[in-house]
Nanobody
Framework: QVQLVESGGGLVQAGVSLRLSCSAS????????MGWYREAPGKQRELVAI???????DYEGSVQGRFTISRDNSKNAVFLQMNSLKPEDAAVYYC???????????????WGQGTQVTVSS
């Protein structure tokens, strides 16, 4: 069993930065994709940024150029540096990982518990 634990959310003013962190813990597993999704009230969960194990990244259009995803494979960790935050970035941010347990041939999706990001104008 793999657990994802996030940290770094909070209440900030528009224009400032936040950094989210997520670490995967457990035994005998490997991770392919890791990333961040967000869910605002009344909206569907959406992809914010994702990175593959070989370092490729992809971003949702509205965060391109403001957010940067990075990863530390040695620590099974993923980070999201969020700059120039806007009120519309406010949401619960969820860490995501595509995980393969030792002995399995398939990957499973794992989610963190979510961390709240609130941006005041």
């Amino acid at each position: 069993q793999v657990q994802l634990v996030e940290s770094g959310g909070g209440l900030v003013q528009a224009g400032v930065s936040l950094r989210l962190s997520c670490s995967a813990s457990g035994t005998d597993f490997s991770i392919n994709g890791m990333g961040w999704y967000r869910e605002a009230p009344g909206k569907q969960r959406e992809l914010v940024a994702i990175t593959t194990s070989d370092g490729r990244t992809d971003y949702e259009g509205s965060v391109q150029g403001r957010f940067t995803i990075s990863r530390d494979n040695s620590k099974n960790a993923v980070f999201l540096q969020m700059n120039s935050l806007k009120p519309e970035d406010a949401a619960v941010y969820y860490c995501y990982a595509s995980v393969k347990a030792l002995g399995n041939w398939f990957f499973e999706n794992y989610w963190g518990q979510g961390t709240q990001v609130t941006v005041s104008s």
